[in-house]
Protein backbone atom coordinates (compact mmCIF):
# COMPACT_ATOMS: atom_id res chain seq x y z
CA UNK A 1 0.00 0.00 0.00
CA UNK A 2 1.33 3.44 -1.10
CA UNK A 3 1.65 6.23 1.61
CA UNK A 4 -0.61 8.25 1.82
CA UNK A 5 -0.06 12.22 0.26
CA UNK A 6 1.35 14.58 2.35
CA UNK A 7 -0.97 17.70 2.91
CA UNK A 8 0.88 21.03 2.19
CA UNK A 9 -0.63 24.32 1.71
CA UNK A 10 0.61 26.36 -1.19
CA UNK A 11 -0.04 30.52 -1.55
CA UNK A 12 1.08 32.32 -4.56
CA UNK A 13 -0.82 35.48 -5.68
CA UNK A 14 0.15 34.60 -9.72
CA UNK A 15 -2.51 31.90 -10.59
CA UNK A 16 -0.29 30.25 -13.50
CA UNK A 17 2.37 29.92 -11.44
CA UNK A 18 0.16 28.74 -8.39
CA UNK A 19 -1.54 25.98 -10.73
CA UNK A 20 1.80 24.62 -12.16
CA UNK A 21 3.13 24.18 -8.68
CA UNK A 22 0.52 22.74 -7.28
CA UNK A 23 0.31 20.17 -10.30
CA UNK A 24 4.00 19.48 -9.72
CA UNK A 25 3.85 18.60 -6.32
CA UNK A 26 0.21 16.70 -6.92
CA UNK A 27 2.80 14.15 -9.00
CA UNK A 28 5.48 13.73 -6.05
CA UNK A 29 3.70 12.23 -3.39
CA UNK A 30 1.83 15.44 -2.03
CA UNK A 31 -1.56 16.53 -1.48
CA UNK A 32 -1.58 20.22 -2.64
CA UNK A 33 -4.43 22.83 -1.59
CA UNK A 34 -3.39 26.11 -3.20
CA UNK A 35 -4.74 29.84 -2.69
CA UNK A 36 -3.89 33.50 -4.42
CA UNK A 37 -4.24 35.20 -0.74
CA UNK A 38 -3.31 34.45 2.63
CA UNK A 39 -6.74 35.36 4.28
CA UNK A 40 -8.43 32.41 2.25
CA UNK A 41 -5.08 30.07 3.56
CA UNK A 42 -5.74 31.26 6.76
CA UNK A 43 -8.60 30.39 6.84
CA UNK A 44 -8.44 26.97 5.59
CA UNK A 45 -5.31 26.11 8.12
CA UNK A 46 -7.86 26.83 10.81
CA UNK A 47 -10.39 23.86 9.74
CA UNK A 48 -8.07 21.52 7.76
CA UNK A 49 -4.36 19.74 8.83
CA UNK A 50 -1.42 20.64 6.71
CA UNK A 51 2.00 19.26 7.47
CA UNK A 52 4.06 22.61 5.59
CA UNK A 53 3.12 25.89 4.24
CA UNK A 54 4.65 26.70 1.02
CA UNK A 55 4.32 30.68 0.36
CA UNK A 56 5.18 33.24 -1.95
CA UNK A 57 6.98 36.01 0.02
CA UNK A 58 5.34 39.13 -2.03
CA UNK A 59 1.58 39.40 -1.72
CA UNK A 60 -0.79 41.76 -1.58
CA UNK A 61 -2.45 41.95 1.23
CA UNK A 62 -1.24 39.51 4.04
CA UNK A 63 2.64 39.09 2.84
CA UNK A 64 4.82 35.75 3.11
CA UNK A 65 6.06 36.74 7.00
CA UNK A 66 2.69 37.79 8.12
CA UNK A 67 1.44 34.43 6.91
CA UNK A 68 4.07 32.38 8.13
CA UNK A 69 4.16 34.00 11.78
CA UNK A 70 -0.16 34.27 12.33
CA UNK A 71 -0.12 30.46 10.91
CA UNK A 72 2.16 29.15 13.88
CA UNK A 73 -0.03 30.66 15.92
CA UNK A 74 -2.54 28.32 15.05
CA UNK A 75 -0.58 25.28 14.11
CA UNK A 76 2.84 25.51 15.70
CA UNK A 77 4.01 22.54 14.87
CA UNK A 78 3.37 23.65 11.25
CA UNK A 79 6.76 24.16 8.98
CA UNK A 80 7.15 27.40 6.97
CA UNK A 81 8.88 27.96 3.16
CA UNK A 82 9.01 31.02 1.74
CA UNK A 83 9.47 31.51 -2.28
CA UNK A 84 11.08 34.44 -3.42
CA UNK A 85 12.79 36.19 -6.49
CA UNK A 86 16.76 36.46 -6.48
CA UNK A 87 16.39 40.49 -5.81
CA UNK A 88 14.31 38.99 -2.37
CA UNK A 89 16.92 37.00 -0.64
CA UNK A 90 17.86 39.60 2.48
CA UNK A 91 13.94 39.25 3.11
CA UNK A 92 13.81 35.53 2.89
CA UNK A 93 16.34 35.57 5.44
CA UNK A 94 14.39 37.65 7.38
CA UNK A 95 11.43 35.57 6.72
CA UNK A 96 13.66 32.29 8.37
CA UNK A 97 14.23 34.38 11.44
CA UNK A 98 11.06 34.83 12.12
CA UNK A 99 10.22 31.29 11.73
CA UNK A 100 10.33 29.75 8.29
CA UNK A 101 12.80 26.62 8.00
CA UNK A 102 14.24 27.73 4.40
CA UNK A 103 13.70 29.55 1.43
CA UNK A 104 13.95 28.53 -2.42
CA UNK A 105 14.55 30.86 -5.54
CA UNK A 106 12.25 31.55 -8.14
CA UNK A 107 11.94 29.81 -11.02
CA UNK A 108 13.32 26.74 -9.01
CA UNK A 109 14.17 23.44 -10.63
CA UNK A 110 12.02 20.60 -9.06
CA UNK A 111 14.36 18.63 -8.08
CA UNK A 112 15.61 21.82 -5.48
CA UNK A 113 11.76 22.13 -4.07
CA UNK A 114 11.24 18.61 -2.97
CA UNK A 115 14.70 18.38 -1.07
CA UNK A 116 13.55 21.59 0.46
CA UNK A 117 10.21 19.90 1.30
CA UNK A 118 11.65 16.91 2.49
CA UNK A 119 14.21 18.67 4.95
CA UNK A 120 11.07 20.43 6.36
CA UNK A 121 9.07 17.16 6.72
CA UNK A 122 11.51 16.29 8.73
CA UNK A 123 11.00 18.94 11.18
CA UNK A 124 7.45 18.75 11.18
CA UNK A 125 8.50 15.17 12.63
CA UNK A 126 10.82 16.17 14.79
CA UNK A 127 8.61 18.80 16.18
CA UNK A 128 5.76 16.28 16.55
CA UNK A 129 8.00 13.86 18.41
CA UNK A 130 8.86 17.18 20.91
CA UNK A 131 5.76 18.23 21.41
CA UNK A 132 4.51 14.61 22.41
CA UNK A 133 7.34 13.90 24.24
CA UNK A 134 6.87 17.10 25.90
CA UNK A 135 3.23 16.16 26.81
CA UNK A 136 3.62 12.95 28.20
CA UNK A 137 6.77 14.26 30.17
CA UNK A 138 3.78 16.96 31.79
CA UNK A 139 1.68 14.22 32.11
CA UNK A 140 3.68 12.21 34.00
CA UNK A 141 4.69 15.29 36.04
CA UNK A 142 0.97 15.74 37.02
CA UNK A 143 0.64 12.06 37.75
CA UNK A 144 3.42 12.29 39.89
CA UNK A 145 2.52 15.09 41.70
CA UNK A 146 -1.25 13.76 42.44
CA UNK A 147 1.01 10.43 43.86
CA UNK A 148 2.81 12.45 45.86
CA UNK A 149 -0.08 14.60 47.35
CA UNK A 150 -2.01 11.65 47.91
CA UNK A 151 0.61 9.92 49.83
CA UNK A 152 1.67 12.80 51.72
CA UNK A 153 -2.43 13.26 52.76
CA UNK A 154 -2.60 9.40 53.25
CA UNK A 155 0.55 9.53 55.72
CA UNK A 156 -1.28 12.35 57.41
CA UNK A 157 -4.91 10.46 57.50
CA UNK A 158 -2.82 7.45 59.22
CA UNK A 159 -0.55 9.64 61.50
CA UNK A 160 -3.60 11.84 63.14
CA UNK A 161 -5.80 8.09 63.40
CA UNK A 162 -2.69 6.11 64.90
CA UNK A 163 -1.52 8.97 67.10
CA UNK A 164 -4.75 8.98 68.89
CA UNK A 165 -4.73 5.52 70.10
CA UNK A 166 -1.32 5.77 71.35
CA UNK A 167 -1.57 8.49 73.34
CA UNK A 168 -4.77 6.84 74.85
CA UNK A 169 -2.61 4.03 76.03
CA UNK A 170 0.03 6.06 77.01
CA UNK A 171 -1.85 8.34 79.39
CA UNK A 172 -4.28 5.46 80.65
CA UNK A 173 -0.98 3.47 81.61
CA UNK A 174 0.76 6.56 82.65
CA UNK A 175 -2.26 6.90 85.41
CA UNK A 176 -1.94 3.17 86.30
CA UNK A 177 1.49 3.74 87.04
CA UNK A 178 1.36 7.14 89.05
CA UNK A 179 -2.07 6.15 90.85
CA UNK A 180 -1.65 2.55 91.52
CA UNK A 181 2.11 1.42 90.70
CA UNK A 182 2.56 0.32 94.51
CA UNK A 183 0.32 -1.83 94.45
CA UNK A 184 1.82 -3.73 91.59
CA UNK A 185 4.47 -6.65 91.75
CA UNK A 186 7.95 -5.23 90.16
CA UNK A 187 6.91 -7.84 86.92
CA UNK A 188 4.07 -5.98 86.23
CA UNK A 189 5.86 -2.47 86.46
CA UNK A 190 8.29 -3.60 84.16
CA UNK A 191 5.99 -4.71 82.03
CA UNK A 192 4.36 -1.14 82.24
CA UNK A 193 7.70 0.42 81.79
CA UNK A 194 7.48 -1.99 78.43
CA UNK A 195 4.36 -0.42 76.90
CA UNK A 196 5.36 3.13 77.67
CA UNK A 197 8.39 2.56 75.86
CA UNK A 198 6.55 1.03 72.77
CA UNK A 199 4.49 3.90 72.54
CA UNK A 200 7.40 6.53 72.41
CA UNK A 201 8.68 4.28 69.62
CA UNK A 202 5.35 4.03 67.85
CA UNK A 203 4.81 7.74 68.09
CA UNK A 204 8.50 8.25 67.01
CA UNK A 205 7.90 5.98 64.05
CA UNK A 206 4.87 7.91 63.10
CA UNK A 207 6.92 10.88 63.24
CA UNK A 208 9.07 10.21 60.74
CA UNK A 209 6.71 8.24 58.47
CA UNK A 210 4.69 11.58 58.50
CA UNK A 211 8.43 13.14 57.96
CA UNK A 212 9.43 10.73 54.76
CA UNK A 213 6.27 11.23 53.00
CA UNK A 214 6.00 14.86 53.31
CA UNK A 215 10.07 14.89 51.34
CA UNK A 216 8.14 14.11 48.56
CA UNK A 217 6.27 17.67 48.11
CA UNK A 218 9.38 19.33 49.57
CA UNK A 219 11.51 21.22 47.05
CA UNK A 220 14.67 22.16 48.20
CA UNK A 221 14.60 26.16 48.72
CA UNK A 222 18.69 26.17 47.49
CA UNK A 223 20.96 28.53 48.52
CA UNK A 224 24.46 29.23 49.73
CA UNK A 225 24.70 27.10 52.91
CA UNK A 226 27.50 27.23 55.35
CA UNK A 227 27.87 23.75 56.62
CA UNK A 228 30.60 24.50 59.12
CA UNK A 229 27.99 26.26 60.97
CA UNK A 230 25.09 24.48 60.70
CA UNK A 231 27.41 20.79 61.58
CA UNK A 232 28.57 22.87 64.88
CA UNK A 233 24.79 23.56 65.76
CA UNK A 234 24.26 19.74 65.17
CA UNK A 235 26.88 18.51 67.37
CA UNK A 236 26.47 21.01 70.31
CA UNK A 237 22.81 19.78 69.82
CA UNK A 238 23.80 16.12 70.24
CA UNK A 239 26.17 16.79 72.88
CA UNK A 240 23.80 18.47 74.85
CA UNK A 241 21.69 15.02 74.47
CA UNK A 242 24.18 12.36 75.53
CA UNK A 243 26.28 14.73 78.50
CA UNK A 244 26.64 11.63 80.42
CA UNK A 245 28.52 9.68 76.93
CA UNK A 246 32.28 11.12 76.48
CA UNK A 247 32.32 11.49 72.46
CA UNK A 248 35.53 12.88 70.84
CA UNK A 249 33.94 14.81 67.82
CA UNK A 250 36.56 16.29 65.49
CA UNK A 251 35.08 18.61 62.62
CA UNK A 252 37.88 19.46 59.90
CA UNK A 253 37.55 22.63 57.41
CA UNK A 254 33.76 21.84 55.66
CA UNK A 255 33.28 23.59 52.30
CA UNK A 256 30.39 25.30 51.43
CA UNK A 257 27.84 23.89 49.34
CA UNK A 258 24.36 24.94 47.65
CA UNK A 259 21.30 23.52 48.94
CA UNK A 260 18.20 23.94 51.56
CA UNK A 261 19.96 24.70 55.04
CA UNK A 262 16.88 22.82 56.66
CA UNK A 263 16.78 19.76 54.88
CA UNK A 264 20.98 19.61 54.96
CA UNK A 265 20.37 19.97 58.86
CA UNK A 266 18.04 17.05 58.68
CA UNK A 267 20.76 15.21 57.01
CA UNK A 268 23.67 15.81 58.96
CA UNK A 269 21.77 15.47 62.41
CA UNK A 270 20.33 11.66 60.89
CA UNK A 271 24.21 10.39 60.39
CA UNK A 272 26.17 12.55 63.22
CA UNK A 273 23.05 11.28 65.91
CA UNK A 274 23.92 7.54 64.24
CA UNK A 275 27.26 8.14 65.01
CA UNK A 276 26.86 9.02 68.62
CA UNK A 277 24.50 5.89 69.21
CA UNK A 278 26.82 3.33 67.51
CA UNK A 279 30.00 4.59 69.57
CA UNK A 280 28.37 5.42 73.00
CA UNK A 281 29.50 1.60 73.64
CA UNK A 282 33.07 1.55 72.76
CA UNK A 283 35.90 2.57 75.43
CA UNK A 284 36.94 5.48 73.40
CA UNK A 285 34.21 6.82 71.10
CA UNK A 286 35.40 9.04 68.53
CA UNK A 287 33.36 10.53 65.60
CA UNK A 288 35.27 12.76 62.72
CA UNK A 289 33.20 14.76 60.32
CA UNK A 290 35.04 16.34 56.84
CA UNK A 291 34.49 16.92 53.54
CA UNK A 292 36.59 17.34 50.23
CA UNK A 293 36.42 18.26 46.74
CA UNK A 294 35.36 16.36 43.71
CA UNK A 295 34.69 18.58 40.59
CA UNK A 296 31.93 20.34 40.25
CA UNK A 297 30.64 18.43 43.91
CA UNK A 298 31.24 18.43 47.27
CA UNK A 299 31.98 15.29 49.31
CA UNK A 300 30.90 15.32 53.08
CA UNK A 301 31.71 12.41 55.40
CA UNK A 302 30.70 11.56 58.90
CA UNK A 303 33.43 8.66 60.50
CA UNK A 304 33.13 7.02 63.81
CA UNK A 305 34.92 3.85 65.21
CA UNK A 306 31.79 2.12 66.86
CA UNK A 307 30.61 -1.06 66.04
CA UNK A 308 30.42 -0.96 62.17
CA UNK A 309 28.48 -3.40 60.20
CA UNK A 310 29.17 -6.04 57.71
CA UNK A 311 29.16 -4.65 54.25
CA UNK A 312 27.31 -7.63 52.57
CA UNK A 313 24.07 -6.47 54.18
CA UNK A 314 25.02 -2.33 52.90
CA UNK A 315 22.52 -2.48 50.28
CA UNK A 316 19.53 -2.65 53.56
CA UNK A 317 21.10 0.97 54.96
CA UNK A 318 18.53 3.21 53.43
CA UNK A 319 15.24 1.23 53.02
CA UNK A 320 12.51 2.54 55.18
CA UNK A 321 12.46 0.33 58.49
CA UNK A 322 15.84 -1.25 57.44
CA UNK A 323 17.81 -2.09 60.47
CA UNK A 324 21.33 -4.00 61.03
CA UNK A 325 21.28 -3.82 64.45
CA UNK A 326 18.50 -6.09 67.25
CA UNK A 327 16.20 -2.73 69.09
CA UNK A 328 17.25 -4.20 72.17
CA UNK A 329 21.21 -3.18 71.68
CA UNK A 330 20.52 0.32 69.92
CA UNK A 331 16.97 1.88 69.41
CA UNK A 332 15.61 3.70 66.54
CA UNK A 333 12.87 2.77 64.19
CA UNK A 334 15.19 2.50 60.71
CA UNK A 335 13.46 5.78 58.91
CA UNK A 336 16.75 8.27 59.57
CA UNK A 337 18.71 6.98 56.60
CA UNK A 338 15.97 6.71 54.34
CA UNK A 339 15.29 10.65 55.14
CA UNK A 340 18.74 11.41 54.78
CA UNK A 341 19.13 9.60 51.13
CA UNK A 342 15.87 11.20 49.92
CA UNK A 343 17.01 14.90 50.78
CA UNK A 344 20.55 14.22 49.53
CA UNK A 345 19.25 12.82 46.28
CA UNK A 346 16.54 15.94 45.30
CA UNK A 347 19.84 17.39 45.83
CA UNK A 348 20.80 15.59 42.96
CA UNK A 349 23.72 14.15 44.99
CA UNK A 350 24.30 10.27 45.66
CA UNK A 351 25.04 9.05 49.44
CA UNK A 352 27.13 5.50 50.57
CA UNK A 353 28.55 3.91 53.38
CA UNK A 354 31.39 2.22 54.12
CA UNK A 355 32.12 -0.36 57.24
CA UNK A 356 33.95 -3.13 59.10
CA UNK A 357 32.14 -4.99 62.13
CA UNK A 358 33.83 -3.28 65.47
CA UNK A 359 35.64 -1.07 63.50
CA UNK A 360 33.16 1.70 62.64
CA UNK A 361 31.63 3.05 60.00
CA UNK A 362 31.70 6.33 57.53
CA UNK A 363 29.11 7.61 55.25
CA UNK A 364 29.81 9.77 52.25
CA UNK A 365 27.44 12.21 50.32
CA UNK A 366 27.87 14.48 47.95
CA UNK A 367 25.97 18.32 47.39
CA UNK A 368 26.20 20.83 44.73
CA UNK A 369 29.02 22.68 45.39
CA UNK A 370 28.37 26.44 46.48
CA UNK A 371 28.16 29.22 44.08
CA UNK A 372 30.33 31.67 43.62
Given at each position: ?????????????E?????????????S??????F???A?????????????L?A?????????I??L?????????????????A?????A??A????A???????F?????????S?????????????D?????????E?????N???E????S???????P??????????????????????A???????????????????G?????????Q??N?????????????????Q??????A?????????????????????????I???????????????????H??????????????????M????????????L???????????????A??I???H??????????G?????????????A
Amino acid sequence: MSPAPIPILVVDDEQPHLEALCETLGGSGYAPTGFTDGAAALAALATARFDVLLADLQMPGIGGIDLLRRAAHIDPAMVGVIMTGAGSIATAVEAMRVGALDYVLKPFRRAELLHVLSRALMMRTLRQQNADLEAGLRERSEELLAINQGLESFAASVSHDLRAPLRAIGGFVGILIEEHGAQFPAEAQGLFQRVVRNVKNMEELIAGLLRFARLGQQAPNRQRVDIADLVLAVVVDLQAGHAGTAVAVTVAALHPCQGDPVLLRQVFFNLIANAFKYTRTGARPEIAIGSHLAEREVVYHVRDNGVGFAMAHAERLFGVFQRLHREEEFEGNGIGLSIAQRIVQRHGGRIWAEAEPGKGACFSFTLPLAEA
